[in-house]
Each structure stands twice: as structure tokens, then as C-alpha cells.
């Protein structure tokens, strides 16, 4: 009784904290979380340390998540039934002669607006726009970075073979490459975006390279099913009691998943997002960030071990910056930026490889491939928001500045997440950090496993030999 208790005094305090902070539901999507809505949010980022007087950017590289976009094509199928589901519930609840102001009035008449729609899944016109508002920003913000005539051995720009991810990748290179060509009146430029097979692309889809990662995650999806189904079946009975109608498990999935595309897509907030509470949407944005940890983050070090291509693919691009720097070659013969697009799916564990949106203990942890807890349920907070680690166009930026011969540090690294300073655990939980320091406490610990170890599942029997890809 008294845990009970205590259980509703927690709910009645988040409910009466919503309420002063004004709930919006457009903050609390987990992935499907708009960039506008989720790049100023403060949680781990910091005031930025003062970079030393003197020291200069020499390269950056970055790694986006594609913008927003439409749904996938199972995705499509599943909100067209949906809609006849929906008037199924409806014809129920007349046949029950409920009292109209019972059953919201927009639910018999919901049609999907991508009714029709055969293919999804593409970047769509605000995700378009992210990526180009990004850079914009990116080229005001290092104006020195971007002062060398285009070359595409100086700024290369890489992305997936996915068509969201490349279409992203042309969006943000329209807006850092505005007003510097003769192509028509915006005076626009050609540039290039280079994509590897993706059955072989281990520095953007690692994830679908290795083969232990998708038996683990096949082998763990049931698991996390299972931890989301308490929370689900609550919502269940509740939506269906608040409401009078005889919804099923699956219903609600399907109406969240609406809500999140309404509130994320359109804008639209007061049709399937009204079904929920508060405390609802935060619970389902718990269960979507649940799968999210086990799946692609902190739960298991697979996840992010298996990024280890793509952080060695930074640190040496850092590493060649600097040998062109000291063996003073001219501008515009060597690389300055490295620009990847790719997916939440990688996003977020090359995030966790660097630590991000965890504490001290929690950095030891990992590194040492121990487990962590899994995110703490609403109404506790926690760290862990796909919301705010992987938006739509989320990115990580590492700046590698140069600093005069005199300085005790030669190189640091800064960076930067969705383009604000953020906490390294392995740099004492600043965002500056020297080189020396960046690579021993932060990259090289990593570096004990090789992707093909960590994720060819026959590599351990001499009788196998590697399928070609």
C-alpha cells in the first residue's frame, strides 16, 4: 500500500510538471524527434571551453543522420489498416449506442494522408531543408575551413546508398556550397557524394555487415518486446477505459506510431496525440528509447564495438591533417573536412563510442564492456533520449584545431552534438580535448577488437571460410 503510494505521489509530481513546463508532445518522439525541436535542448551540453589563443580549425569532420522522412513502406501498410481498423472501433461503439462526445469525432473519418502511396521511406521537403539550414551553419560557423575552392579530395562528402541518406547529403552540400558556383541564379555549384556498396560499407552501415550483430539483434528483439509489454498493456486498458473503445495492444502501437508521425511530419498534435496523457507519451517514449539502447546503444557493446571502422576512419582523417599541416603543403591539396550521412543506426553508436550522455562510472563501464542499467523509467528522468541523441539530422562534429608551436598542446579535438559543445567523460567531462588525450582515453580502448573479430560469425572456425560479399 505504501509503495503504491508513493507510486501515484511520483505520477501526480510529473503530471503537475508537465503542466508548468507546457507539454508538448513534438518533444518527446524518440528518433522521430524534428532537429528544430531537439537541437537546443540542454541536456549534457555545456558551456564551451575557451579555446586557447592562438589555435586555429584545420579539419572537421561530421557524421548526420538523414533528415526527416516519410514512412517506410511497411510503415504505409500498416497505417492503411489502421484507418479500417479505426472504423471497425467506431461502428462498435454506435452499435453500443455510446454518447458521441465519447468517441473523438475526427476517428471514423481518419483517413491516412499517405493514402496511395506505394514507396517510402524518402527524405521529405522539411528534411531537405534541415540538412541545407545545416550547411549554412556549418560554413558561417568555420568561414577558415571553407575558404579553399572546392575540391572534392578537400571536402569529401560520403554517404550511404540509402536514397534518404544521399539526398541529405546533397541538401546539406547546397547550403555549405551556396553562392560559390555559376549554376543558375542562386548561383549553386556541382560537388560530389561518393556511397559504397552497402553490403560492404563498414564505416557507415556496419550494422548490415556484421553478421553477429544481426543474429544478436534478431535474438534479443523478443526480450525487448517483453520489457515493453507491461507498459503497453497499461496504456492499453487505460486509453480503452478513458475512451470506451475496445482497443487492442496493436492499436495502440499503431496509434503512437500516428502520433509520431502527425506531430513530427505535419505538425498535426491534437488528433492521435490527444489519445494519450502526459504520462502515456512519456511511458511509450520510454518504450521507444528502451529498444533503442538494447538495440543500437548502451545495451550491448556490440552495437557501438562494431562502429570501430568509422572512429578510426576520423581519427586518421585527423591524422592526416595534421602531417599536411606539418610538412606545410599548399591549400587545396589536402583534405579540410570529411562529411558522412548515413542513419540513426549509426549515429548512435558512434555516440557511444564516444562516450556521449553518460557520467564518469558509467564511461568506465564501458570501456570496460561491462553493461549498464537499463534507462530509467518515467517519472524519472534519465540521459538516455533518442529524442535528443538522434533526431532527424542529428550529427556529431569533431573540430581539430592547430595551436602556435609555443602552447604545451600542439592539437586538440572539440566536439559537438546536433552543434553544441557537449561533456567527454574520457576528456575529465569537458568538450575540448587535447589530441594525446582523445586518442588514449577515449579512441584506443576501443581499438583491442577488429570489425572483423567482433562480427564475422565464423571466425573462430577453421572449417568456415568468410562468404564473399
Known sequence: MAMKTVWIILLCLFVVSQADQGFDVRHHLSTVTRYSVSKDVAQNLIEASNVPSGCTPIHLNLV????TRSPTKKRLRELENLAGRLKELVRDAEARKLPADKIPGWLGKWISPWQGKVKGGELIRQGEDELYQLGIRVRERFP???EDDYHPDVYTIRATQIPRASASAVAFGMGLFRETGELGPGRNRAFAVTSENR???TKLRFFECCQNYKSYRKAKEPAVDKLKEPVLNKITA????RHDLKFTKQDISSLWFLCKQEASLLNVTNQSCELFTPLEVALLEWTDDLEVFMLKGYGNSLNYKMGIPLLEDVLHSMEEAIKAREENLPPGSYEKARLRFAH???????SCLL????????FEKIQKEKPLELPAQPPKTRD??????APFAANNMLVLYSCPAASSTNYFVQVLHNEHPIALPGCGGKDLCPLEDFKNKVVTPHLKHAFNNLCDANQDDPKQKPASS
Not at 238 to 241: L, N, Q, R, T
Open 64 to 67: 548526420a543522420r538523414h533528415g
Open 144 to 146: 577558415t575551413l571553407f
Open 199 to 201: 553490403a560492404s560499407d
Open 238 to 241: 487505460s486509453v480503452a477505459k
Open 344 to 350: 540513426a543506426e549509426t549515429i548512435v553508436p558512434f
Open 355 to 362: 562516450g556521449l550522455f553518460l557520467d564518469g562510472s558509467e
Open 384 to 389: 538516455f533520449k533518442g529524442s535528443t541523441m
